[in-house]
């Protein structure tokens, strides 16, 4: 006989999960100084586009050699249909029309390496969410980008690990 696991066994109400005490802070840093319209130009504005620049960002060897396992499979990337907002999952991402960018692509994915290597045992974008964006974003945009992004955050307030100045 299989025992129950906790989320069967205790009501939503009852189970604790992580505040999610800066999310929006991250997405004000975002919006910071015009960078999501400056991401504009890097479109990538179909699923096979999507998918192959996630797999390339997957293995590329600095986030092999941080995640290891966590990124040994790909990520799905769906077209986000009947969606308004771009969602990740552990597996899988859903890219509306107007997300597709790979500033958005890089946020989505990050979600996917934070469940994977956490569960949902740490806030959505906490301060590991944020250290995995900032790396895909060091590996798959310009310098100038990545730069430009942890500049947004340390003014924000956003908390994040591994990239200090």
Known sequence: MQLPTAKQMYPKALRKEP???QRQKLYDA???NGLWTRWDN???????LMQAYANA???HPDIRAKYGIHVRKFVEVKDGRRCRR???????????RWSRSKAVLCHELAHSITTR??????AAHGAFFCEAFLDLVKVGMTADYYEALRDSFDKGGVRYRGHEK
């Open 86 to 96: 771009a969602l990740g999952g552990r597996d899988w991402v859903k890219m509306p």
């Open 30 to 32: 975002e919006r910071a």
């Open 117 to 122: 290597l956490y569960d949902n045992g740490v």
């Open 19 to 21: 505040r999610d005490s």
């Open 42 to 48: 890097h479109r990538l504005e179909t699923v096979a």
């Open 57 to 59: 960002l997957f293995t």
